[in-house]
């Protein structure tokens, strides 16, 4: 039998109405938003549902909103299906690692979206006392992309933040050096350089006072010790063995680059050939199939690609 392995979507993800059909049509989905909003003190659904895009942009919003979108999809899945798979392996990119531990049974729901919460506020708040942005160049390979940050850098801060996939990186740092990039990045042969609807340079030194905000939640956190799902760093792409060491890597994973490709590449060398992206939006698809074209992914997104999922499980 093959490995399975389910995949969990990251900042970006979120668009107005996400969740609102699988909600509607599953009961179990509907429970996950009502205790979200429970926990979180305010009407996350209606945002989810609703928008307005601004303010579900917005980082302390959004990192909820696509982690209980992800764990709605989940469990509608999961209710209606008894067939569903265990998971060999789960991962997430950046955010989605804390619903591919959720999912792993790792993190409590509640705690980890607390924990989500948290992590959101900070960032922004880190964000806020920065002027950092991002920029994802499109074209160049790992050695073009340092070559540009050196030359675009000019003594500010300016490094990759996010290993995507082949001929997609993702670089962060302060503003200014941002745009020389951008500018610069078609003399590298670059085939663009899109600048991110971001709050800040995320996965840089710029984030340290959220990483440490986060480590002092994530000490008062309960964390089981991994067990029969295997999850994935994404700072090393190597798989969580002790329960300190997912509170390292999650604090990690704020000022350290998110290492994508690699944590696929790992998953398909140990026998993972069936994948299952379950959150908001196609992004991580869309990225397999440029890591491994003939990888077999399935999307769940929205309640017609759950009834398209329900037929194959």
């Keep these: 039998m093959s490995q399975t392995a389910f995949l969990f979507p990251g900042q970006g993800a979120q668009i107005a109405g996400m969740g609102a059909d699988v909600a509607e ?12 909003n429970e926990v979180l003190g305010y009407d996350l659904k209606r945002l989810c549902f609703e928008g307005p895009e601004d303010r579900l ?25 008894p067939s569903v798979p265990v998971p060999d392996a789960t991962a997430g990119l950046s955010l989605g690692e804390y619903t ?50 050196e030359d675009a ?29 951008a500018a610069r990045a078609p003399e590298y042969g670059a085939i663009k350089a899109v600048p991110l609807k971001v709050a800040g340079a995320f ?11 986060l480590r002092r939640a994530l000490e008062q956190t309960p964390v089981a010790e991994p067990a029969a799902v295997a999850v994935l760093a994404n700072v090393d792409a190597e798989y969580y063995t002790t329960a300190q060491a ?21 998953l398909l060398a140990d026998g993972v050939e069936l994948f299952y992206e379950i959150g908001p939006g196609r992004v991580l698809t869309g990225l397999m199939k440029r890591i491994h074209r003939r990888a ?12 398209s999922a329900l037929g194959e499980a």
């Design 57 to 81: 942009a917005a980082t302390d919003v959004s990192q909820p909103a696509i982690f209980v979108t992800s764990a709605a999809l989940l469990a509608a899945w999961r209710c209606q299906a």
């Design 100 to 149: 591919a531990l959720y999912a792993a049974g790792i993190l409590d729901f509640e705690e980890a979206l607390r924990l989500v919460q948290e992590r959101g506020r900070a960032m922004q708040a880190a964000a806020e006392a920065s002027d950092g942005g991002m920029v994802s160049v499109i074209g160049l390979d790992e050695a073009d992309v340092q070559r540009l940050c």
């Design 25 to 36: 049509a599953c009961p179990a989905a509907m429970v996950v938003y009502e205790k979200a």
């Design 203 to 213: 996965h840089t030194s710029l984030m340290q006072p959220a990483a440490e905000a």
């Design 153 to 181: 850098a000019e003594g500010q801060l300016l490094v990759c933040a996010n290993f995507n996939c082949p001929g997609q990186i993702v670089v962060s740092g302060q503003r200014q050096a941002c745009e020389r990039l």
């Design 296 to 307: 077999k992914v399935v999307n769940i997104s929205s309640a017609e690609s759950l009834r």
């Design 246 to 266: 997912v509170r390292e890597g999650l604090v990690r994973q704020l000022v350290e680059p998110i290492l994508w490709q690699r944590c696929m590449e790992r």
